[in-house]
């Protein structure tokens, strides 16, 4: 949804490894840029150049005065939620965790999912498979990204640490000139379906 958003107002987004080092390093790398905002999936936020790292007092500074501003507007964060929504689509997101005894069963079942990933989930059809340790559009990394053509967008990565996998699963729904309410039920609808389904597949690999 940042993304976008960001392209709505013509303002690039960059897509970057997990890792403060990484979600900051265009502060670096492109120096003549103003660098708004960075974040990563489990809620770390760096905002603006200063801090080149996860910084949770300024994004608060930053929230606080984004909440003042909607209050004093007799608005919520969840009515400029649907206003955004309203202009780029409802995306839900969620995860799902497979937990192995062994740790050798987390670099089986990733294997398996790049060379044989599932071909539907909840009525999408895969569109593309991107095996990230060959590192194409980003430093090369254990996982795998795979789009749907329904928007569905799901990102495969084991943990570094733990005999786990993980998948992030993103579904889109358009929102424009409908009801709010009922493209979130659908979105949310949708991406229960996909990660059930996407358990079972797992199951059975």
């Known amino acids: 949804m940042l993304a976008a958003v960001a392209a709505l107002h013509g303002v690039e987004a960059i897509t970057t490894l997990t890792g403060f080092k990484w979600v900051s390093r265009p502060i670096v790398d492109r120096p003549d840029a103003t660098y ?14 200063l801090v ?17 501003e909607l209050k004093a507007q007799g608005r919520t964060v969840w009515d400029e939620l649907d206003r955004l929504a309203a202009e780029v689509g409802c995306f839900e997101t969620g995860p ?3 937990r192995f005894d062994q740790i050798e069963r987390r670099s089986e079942l990733m294997a398996n999912v790049i060379s044989a990933p599932p071909t539907t989930l909840a009525g999408g059809s895969l569109e593309s498979l991107e095996d990230l340790s060959e590192g194409r559009t980003l430093p090369p990394t254990t996982g795998a990204l795979l789009r749907f053509d329904d928007q569905t967008r799901i990102i495969v990565r084991p943990s570094g640490t733990e005999p786990k996998l993980k998948a992030y699963i993103e579904v889109f729904e358009p929102a424009q000139n409908t009801n709010m309410a009922a493209a979130r039920v659908r979105a949310t609808t ?12 797992f199951e059975e690999s």
């Open 52 to 68: 080149r790292d996860k910084d949770g007092i300024s994004a608060a500074l930053v929230a606080a005065e984004m909440v003042a």
């Open 190 to 201: 949708r991406l229960s379906q996909v990660q059930d389904q996407l358990r079972r597949y």
């Open 36 to 49: 708004v905002l960075g974040y990563e999936e489990a809620l770390g936020y760096c905002v603006g150049s």
């Open 96 to 98: 799902v965790t497979v």
